[in-house]
């Protein structure tokens, strides 16, 4: 069995800071993906950012950088120079690498203060 | 380029009447997935469709929801029997075929979604 837990039920982040969301994971697979997904007020969900269990290097994608640290099964989404349209509810998810099912975290809703 | 749909966008309904909800998968993507969404809840997966192999249908809460996909592409989600705790976002995503192997991933591609509420 698969969890994602996310313990930060929101967050906010004064514009142009750096902001830190945190995950913790627990699975028996030995390959798996982990995922971040940002879903605006309008319901519509976006795809961040991918790790693999076995990529060596942390992911990033322009202003998103996933810190995995695979011993304490964290994947925290760190997001640069915070901008007011970062506001959003953000999902952190996992699925095995020949499983089709994924595993959703509640979500962190993060708020950028101008 | 056409992304994933899912028709209605809302949709309302009786207690005890029955539902069908569809979604339309990029062209391409043979692996399909539904979720459910309650109101400011995280995912929970539903059922899972790879090309020809048998679905994963770990997710279904009872045996008043079933789905199928015709064809390798269009797929309905039916819910017999609604209850009010049925009420929640529908969401459907789709990719490609999941390949094994370390680092190997396929991003699931999200529809819009249906709001199903039912009174």
């Known amino acids: 069995a698969q969890k994602i837990t996310q313990t930060q039920p929101g967050m906010f982040v004064q514009e142009k800071e750096a902001v830190t969301l945190d995950c913790t994971y627990d699975t028996s697979d030995q390959s798996y993906g982990l995922f971040w997904y940002k879903q605006p007020s309008s319901g519509e969900m976006i795809f961040l950012i991918y790790?693999?269990?076995?990529?060596?290097q942390n992911a990033t994608e322009g202003r998103y950088s996933l810190n995995f640290q695979k011993a304490r099964k964290s994947a925290n989404l760190v997001i640069s120079a915070s901008q007011l349209g970062d506001s959003a509810m953000y999902f952190c998810a996992m699925r095995g690498i020949n499983a089709g099912k994924s595993t959703f975290g509640d979500g962190t809703t993060l708020t950028v203060k101008p | 380029g056409a992304g994933v749909s899912q028709s209605p966008s809302n949709k309302v309904t009786e207690k005890g009447k029955d539902v069908e909800l569809r979604c339309d998968p990029i062209?391409?993507?043979?692996?399909l997935y539904w979720y459910r969404q309650s109101l400011g809840q995280g995912l929970e997966f539903l059922i899972y469709?790879?090309?020809?192999?048998?679905?994963?249908k770990s997710g279904l809460p009872s045996d008043r929801f079933s789905a199928e996909r015709t064809g390798g592409s269009v797929s309905t989600l039916t819910i017999q029997r609604t209850q009010q705790e049925d009420s929640a976002v529908y969401l459907c995503?789709?990719?490609?075929?999941?390949?094994?192997?370390?680092?190997?991933?396929?991003?699931?591609?999200f529809g819009p979604g249906t709001r199903l509420t039912v009174l």
């Open positions: 062209s391409g993507h043979t692996a």
């Open positions: 469709f790879q090309g020809n192999s048998a679905p994963d």
């Open positions: 790790q693999g269990s076995y990529d060596e």
């Open positions: 995503a789709s990719s490609l075929f999941l390949a094994g192997g370390s680092g190997s991933y396929n991003e699931q591609f």
